[in-house]
């Protein structure tokens, strides 16, 4: 397990259902993140709309206004990615908004998505 992973006590594992293997992520310390991880199991996808997102947000000059991307997962957390931190929001039972719900340097985040890339693309 990398360093950054223990940072924020993030594990992934896999288990068959149903004769499907799936990846999952799970963390005490992070749960919301897990979740919106957990929602991109294909590497490709994690490269289209989290990584190249990222990528854009670190390369971006414009200094007049603070840039930001959302990204939004299948069940309905979304990141807001920034050069500094990334922030995570979702809706409750009851539909209301919690902001943040959980954040973390964006380069921590960088981090630990190539982690779960890495791992959603192990055979």
Request: charged share 20%.
């Amino acid at each position: 397990m990398s360093n950054i992973l223990k940072q924020y006590q993030v594990n992934f594992y896999k288990k068959i259902v149903s004769g499907i293997n799936f990846s999952f992520c799970e963390s005490k310390l992070k749960p919301t993140l897990c979740q919106f991880l957990s929602d991109y199991i294909l590497g490709d996808d994690i490269q289209e709309f989290i990584i190249n997102q990222i990528d854009s947000v670190k390369t971006n000059t414009i200094t007049i206004a603070k840039i930001y991307i959302q990204i939004s997962s299948d069940t309905g957390i979304i990141a807001y990615i920034d050069i500094n931190n990334t922030k995570f929001v979702y809706t409750d039972k009851g539909g209301s908004w919690s902001f943040p719900d959980e954040q973390l340097p964006t380069d921590d985040f960088e981090k630990i998505v190539l982690e779960w890339m890495s791992f959603i693309n192990k055979i």
